[in-house]
């Protein structure tokens, strides 16, 4: 059974940078399609960044700030923010899911990131 591991939310300051991370254990981290998703209360959960077998790809808002990035040696997904915006401020997850599919199957249990002024 996968499981996900989040961490590295916090509270910043607008322009700030955070870096978050999701631990995969249960199997190897480079057998997933991997993401970032982020959810405001009363809001779908919205895709922010993709992994899988090198490719990224990322959502409009945060392209060029965001950075996500796969350590298969630590089995550990980051996801590098820099510039953060108000607009970030959201309960992150990682997600794993089938190679190639962009369907995601095993879901972290989220961490929290706000930004203010």
């Known amino acids: 059974q996968v499981q996900l591991v989040e961490s590295g939310g916090a509270s910043v300051q607008i322009g700030g940078s955070l870096r978050l991370s999701c631990v995969v254990s249960?199997?190897?981290?480079?057998?997933?399609?991997m993401a970032w998703f982020r959810q405001v209360p009363g809001k779908e959960r919205e895709g922010v960044a993709w992994?899988?077998?090198?490719?990224?790809d990322y959502k409009a808002s945060v392209r060029g700030r965001f950075t996500i990035s796969l350590d298969n040696a630590e089995n550990t997904l980051y996801l590098q923010m820099n510039t953060l915006k108000p607009d970030d401020t959201a309960i992150y997850y990682c997600?794993?899911?089938?190679?190639?599919?962009?369907?995601?199957?095993?879901w972290g249990q989220g961490t929290q990131v706000t930004v203010s002024s």
């Open positions: 997600a794993a899911g089938k190679r190639w599919s962009r369907t995601y199957n095993y």
């Open positions: 249960g199997d190897a981290s480079n057998n997933y399609g």
């Open positions: 992994i899988d077998g090198g490719y990224t």
